[in-house]
């Protein structure tokens, strides 16, 4: 699955074709393409929920242009906030709005996409979902209803000790039947 | 030819779904949304207004107007909308082209009125539902110069607002696209850069075809030396935008192509294309190392004679991509069409009723809010300006019935 080629989303289920279409209305993938913009979190995965946001994490190594290159397009959106803090030890800026009361949150990192925590939890989750069963996606969009976050969702579900997101790489380096043998172990293989 | 047991499941489970699915109602449910004026011709969606249900913009050929119909919330209720003048509209589409927060409509015209307009929505949402709010203004450089047939809003050239990418036919038939200017609303400041000479435009789609990071032209073209599917590729500089791109054939260049469309197949990271052609099939465009392979599907003999559209989604949510076709020619003949795919091969199966004779392009879109892809489409009754057609028409999905809260 190639999670950097969009039309993924024009062909997917009801709410990520949706997606796709307001993507396209907001052009954000064309105004943000010198960034190496990446869809991910829950929504092309098939388990987000109704509160469910779109994130999108781009390179960006310049945050202050890119904080006034978001401002141009979608500042004057409702709920528009921007702010900065260290994730992985590098800068980040956090944008987020509401489009058509569809919170958008854009992350920007000074790391290529592909090395960013979400962009690789999302491969790992995409792996699992691939090889669980229904029922493994059915617990895991009922914990995220409970309030439960994605990764520690994952993480419970497959038996996994706690701080979810570093653990959750671990899995990085699981092969398609150790990934296999984890889910069996937990009732959860297809 | 050995199937594995596992392989062997999958399939007969897959038979087995569909055959379940077939079993369920066809054709599906026809609802309006309107048929009060002529000639409806070709329906496009978007999040136009502030509640987030997805509305549906259509031009009416024959009546000269356009209407953006604003989601009522139970599709089966009146949908309100908002009408503007448009004589001998081919295309219609909205994209918020000022950067005020409010969707303009534009319209595309051939016929004895070529020409471009804006429609400009007012910037107040009490007013957005008013039709006089709305001021009509033809852009100067496109009156005349060629009959317009389609368009999509993008940002081509990084620079000030959306511009439009436009296609036409006849004399003078051009793909290229509309620069805006700094203020868009000096419509006389918008010029046109042709990207490629044309025939007959019926697609334009954006995508990166050649993973470059920059978004390329998909189009179907349908009559002249130039017809076939080709894409256009973006040229990455600034400089080499207003010049005439290079052209990719993909195929189809001795047929008729109609309407296309996208997909992508799950261990790929290319593209697929789907394309109806006039006669005879439907084709699978698939990227390969050395260019595009090519599948042709035959159209189901129950259907209409002639090809129009191909939509393509997962319609009965058993994990593998569906089609769903539209026909001309489909007087007693159905004019909307489901394929899916299984062990034998596609399997055809009516989401229409007889009713109907020119269906234009169908788009997938869960309109009733129930978590499955209903079908959306018109028909204008082989643009009669004096019987309406079917109008402005949705087909439920009878997989779920059970509405969102």
């Known amino acids: ?41 829950t929504v092309p995965l098939g388990i987000d929920i109704d509160s469910s946001d779109l994130d999108i994490c781009c390179e960006v190594y310049k945050l202050e242009q890119f904080a006034q ?3 141009k397009y979608y500042g004057h959106f409702e709920e528009f906030t921007c702010w900065s803090s260290t994730h992985q030890s590098v800068s980040t800026i956090t944008i987020s709005f509401q489009y058509q009361h569809w919170p958008i949150e854009i992350f920007g990192q000074g790391l290529p996409t592909q090395q960013q925590y979400a962009y690789r939890h999302m491969l790992i989750e995409y792996r699992v979902l691939d090889l669980a069963n229904a029922r493994f996606k059915d617990k895991i969009i009922e ?48 | 030819m050995f199937i594995s047991p596992r392989v062997g499941s999958i399939l007969g489970l897959s038979l087995f779904l569909n055959t379940a699915y077939a079993q369920m109602m066809f054709p599906w449910t026809r609802h309006t949304v309107d048929n009060t ?66 969707p303009d409509i534009i319209t595309l015209s051939e016929g004895q009125h070529r020409r471009v307009t804006i429609h400009w929505a007012p910037n107040d949402w009490q007013q957005y539902q008013q039709s006089p709010a709305w001021q009509s203004v033809d852009i100067p450089c496109t009156i005349n110069s060629t009959q317009w047939m389609f368009g999509v809003a993008h940002q081509v050239d990084d620079k000030y607002g959306l511009d439009l990418i436009v296609g036409s036919k006849g004399q003078g038939g051009t793909l290229g696209w509309l620069e805006a200017p700094a203020n868009p609303r000096e419509v006389d400041q918008w010029q046109f850069h042709e990207i490629f000479p044309a025939g007959w435009i019926m697609s334009i789609e954006m ?60 261990d790929s990271s290319l593209t697929d294309i789907y394309a109806s052609n006039l006669s005879d099939h ?124």
Not at chain 1, 165 to 171: A, F, G, I, S
Not at chain 1, 173 to 184: G, P, T
Not at chain 2, 365 to 387: H, K, P
């Open chain 1, 1 to 41: 699955m190639d999670f950097t080629n969009l039309v993924y989303l024009k062909v997917g289920n009801v709410r990520q074709q949706a997606t796709y279409q307001l993507l396209d209305e907001l052009q954000l993938f064309t105004h943000l393409a010198d960034y190496q913009p990446i869809l991910t979190g």
């Open chain 1, 69 to 71: 290159r978001v401002q």
């Open chain 1, 143 to 190: 914990l995220k209803q409970d309030g439960v976050k994605t990764e520690p969702a994952f993480s419970q579900l497959l038996g996994l000790p706690d701080d979810s997101y570093e653990v959750l790489l671990n899995l990085e380096y699981f092969s398609e039947e150790q990934l296999h043998q984890l889910l069996d172990t937990k009732g959860y293989l297809k």
């Open chain 2, 37 to 102: 004026s002529f000639g409806a011709d070709g329906t496009k969606t978007y999040f136009a207004n502030q509640d987030s249900l997805p509305d549906i913009i259509s031009g009416w050929e024959q009546g000269g107007i356009t209407r953006l119909y604003f989601h009522p919330g139970d599709p089966n209720q009146k949908w309100p909308y908002v009408e503007v003048p448009s004589l001998a509209v081919e295309d219609a589409l909205l994209a918020d082209l000022d950067e005020d927060g409010f």
């Open chain 2, 207 to 266: 995508v990166d075809v050649n993973r470059d990071g920059y978004s390329d032209i998909l189009i179907s073209d349908r009559k002249g030396d130039n017809r076939g599917v080709r894409w256009l590729e973006h040229p990455t500089k600034q400089d080499k935008l207003r010049a005439q791109w290079d052209n990719h054939i993909i195929g189809l260049t001795q047929d008729e192509p109609m309407f296309l469309t996208m997909a992508t197949a799950s």
């Open chain 2, 282 to 405: 439907m084709v699978h465009f698939i990227p390969t190392f050395n260019g595009w392979a090519q599948d042709n599907i035959t159209f189901p003999s129950e259907a209409g004679t002639r090809g129009k559209s191909i939509a393509v989604g997962d319609v009965n949510q058993d994990g593998s991509i569906d089609l769903v076709t539209t026909y001309e020619g489909a007087d007693q003949k159905y004019g909307v069409m489901l394929s899916l795919v299984g062990d034998s091969g596609w399997q055809h199966y009516p989401i229409s009723d007889t009713l109907g004779r020119k269906f234009d392009f169908a788009k997938l879109i869960d309109l009733d809010q129930d978590g499955d892809l209903d079908v959306l489409t018109s028909e204008e009754n082989n643009n009669s300006a004096t019987q309406g057609g079917l109008g402005v028409i949705w087909y439920e999905n009878p997989l779920k019935q059970e509405k969102h809260p």
